[in-house]
C-alpha cells in the first residue's frame, strides 16, 4: 500500500498551488480521502474530505472558500487545489485513507516567504 503526495514547494502569498495524492495498493474507490496539514509545533489538523464516490467534501473552516479537494477514482488520484495561500498554509500537507483500513501518505511540504 502506498499514498504519494507530490506538487508542494515554496510559494507566495495570494498563489495556488495544486496537491495529488497517488494511491496504489488498495481498492481505492471504497475509500474516503482526507488532506491533514501539520506545522511545526502544532497539532495535525483536518483540512479537507471527500467521500469514496466524490460525492460529498468537507472542509475546515480555515480553508473553506479557498481549497478544493476532489479525486479521480480512474487515476487513483486525490487532488488538493490551494488558492489565496496565506502564510498560514505553510506546513506538511498529507495524504490519509480510510476505509477497511487507513493509509498514510508521508507528506508534501508547502512553504512560503
Known amino acids: 500500500v502506498q499514498l504519494v503526495e507530490s506538487g508542494g514547494g515554496l510559494v507566495q502569498p495570494g498563489g495556488s498551488l495544486r496537491l495529488s495524492c497517488a494511491a496504489s495498493g488498495f481498492t481505492f474507490s471504497s475509500y474516503g480521502m482526507r488532506w491533514y496539514r501539520q506545522a511545526p509545533g502544532e497539532e495535525r489538523e483536518l483540512v479537507a474530505s471527500?467521500?469514496?464516490?466524490?460525492?460529498?467534501?468537507g472542509y475546515a473552516d480555515s480553508v473553506k472558500g479557498r481549497f478544493t479537494i476532489s479525486r479521480d477514482n480512474a487515476k487513483n488520484t486525490v487532488y488538493l487545489q490551494m488558492n489565496s495561500l496565506k502564510p498560514e498554509d505553510t506546513a506538511v500537507y498529507i495524504c490519509n485513507a480510510i476505509g477497511q483500513y487507513v493509509y498514510w501518505g508521508q507528506g508534501t511540504q508547502v512553504k512560503m516567504p
Open positions: 471527500i467521500t469514496s464516490n466524490g460525492g460529498s467534501t
